[in-house]
């Protein structure tokens, strides 16, 4: 009776506050970054005039419904944004006294907030303005290869295969893509041949990996040489000698679709775009569902946290570790026909230019999420952009520190927002069944 009654008794303050004790701490990384945001944008204002004004254009000439641009006090607004930031640095803090950690659509305010600041202080005092569309627009161009490189490790390493080689695998890809649509005459046979070839480069992963137990980064390694070799001794010889055959720009055309290509901002920039960035959309949304959605999601996190178990229940470990490399090896591919049928350019030697690393980065500052990889490589994207912007528009900022910028944004971004990141656990491990 007493058991009864005690278990029926109402929760007390101090089994509350013991639960409470429960919660993860939540270390101060976002607020020092929040405040050293801030703390920047306030130094920015030693550069700045009291008189002058930021011009910012956010329209095109092709806009349905023209767009005036607006040009704002370069002084007050970057002093309103680094308000905004020391606010959200406060707010954070007080969060994080409650062992509640910053909400994700803080992180995007604080953000715009500063990037803003900077392209107010960029253009501040001239004559020429701030293109924000154009600016977008290469952004989203920018991270093609790394979302869809990043999606290609998300799916390898959720399996627990190490991609190292997404760098081969876009090379490859916009080798192929290249080399197929000028010798059809079209850009759409390109982008069928893309993820084929990267295709090739997953099987010879996995074949090493799964087979042979071979250590992954090693043959990740291998497989980036072997690609960047053997392409560039075919650029040298078969397609130099005719390059009229097998190296013609064949770009894709851009498809405009009306109605949501007229909307202000982001209409052009997400909805004039070629089928490359459509299929993007579409794999992005796809995977997220089929991964977190699914049972071939449930069955490839099994396999890539605890094969063993995976393999009780009569999950086949290594069959299902081999396709699900070939098909992020597809994926990263595919990406690979933007440096070439995307961009409407002909291939040139080593033409990836380490875009394959940068999209490892991304797919780890996204923990391993497909959209949480997918916002991490428009932000290298944003940031790699934006640096090509401000060069050629005379910034007054050093080349040197705009060419650096997306590797320093970077590495604010994953010492700030990401913290502790914990890999698939079988990540790397080859499975023997015994």
Known sequence: MSTATTAQQPATPSMDA??????????????????????????????????????FQL????DFVTIPNITVPAMATILILALIMAAAAVWAFL?????????????????????????????????????????????????????????????CERSGIINIAIEGQ????????????????????????????GALVGALLAWFAVMYRVNQIIVGVVLNTLIMGLTGFLFSTVLAQ????????????????????????????LFNQ????????????????????SRWGLRTRAVGEHPKAADTVGIKVNPRRVWNTILGGAIAGL?????????????????????????????ILGKWNPLGAVAAALLFGFSKNLGNMLSSTGSGVPPELLIALPYII??????????RVRPPAAEGIPYTKS
Do not use: C
């Not at 329209?59 to 092709?62: E, L, N």
């Not at 080399?179 to 041949?193: E, F, K, N, P, R």
């Not at 894709?252 to 949501?260: D, E, N, S, T, V």
């Open 95 to 155: 969060l994080r006294r409650n062992r509640v950690p910053a909400p994700a659509w803080l992180h995007l305010i604080v953000g715009v907030a500063f990037v803003l600041a900077f392209l107010a202080f960029s253009g501040a005092g001239k004559s020429s303005v701030i293109p924000m569309v154009a600016l977008l627009q290469g952004a989203v161009m920018l991270s093609v290869p790394l979302v869809f490189g990043a999606l290609s490790g998300v799916i």
């Open 18 to 55: 013991e639960h409470a004790h429960t919660r993860p701490k939540v270390g101060l990384k976002t607020t020092v970054v929040y405040a050293l945001a801030a703390f920047l944008a306030l130094l920015l204002l030693l550069g700045v005039d009291a008189g002058d004004r930021t011009t």
């Open 274 to 293: 070629t089928i490359l960035v459509y299929l993007m959309y579409a794999i992005v949304i796809i995977l997220n569902f089929m991964l977190f959605r």
């Open 242 to 269: 005719n390059k009229a055959v097998w190296n013609t720009r064949m770009p894709l055309p851009r498809i405009r679709i009306p109605g949501l290509a007229d909307i202000p901002v982001i209409g052009p920039v």
């Open 335 to 363: 990406g690979g026909a933007f440096f070439t049928v995307g961009t409407g350019l002909a291939f040139g030697r080593d033409m990836s230019a380490g875009n394959g690393f940068i999209a490892l980065a991304a797919m």
């Open 59 to 62: 329209g095109t000439s092709a």
């Open 410 to 419: 970077t590495i604010f971004a994953v010492a700030g927002f990401v913290g």
């Open 170 to 197: 876009l090379l490859f890809g916009a080798f192929a893509a290249a080399v197929v649509a000028s010798a059809t005459g079209t850009g759409y046979a390109g982008l069928i041949a893309a993820p084929i070839a």
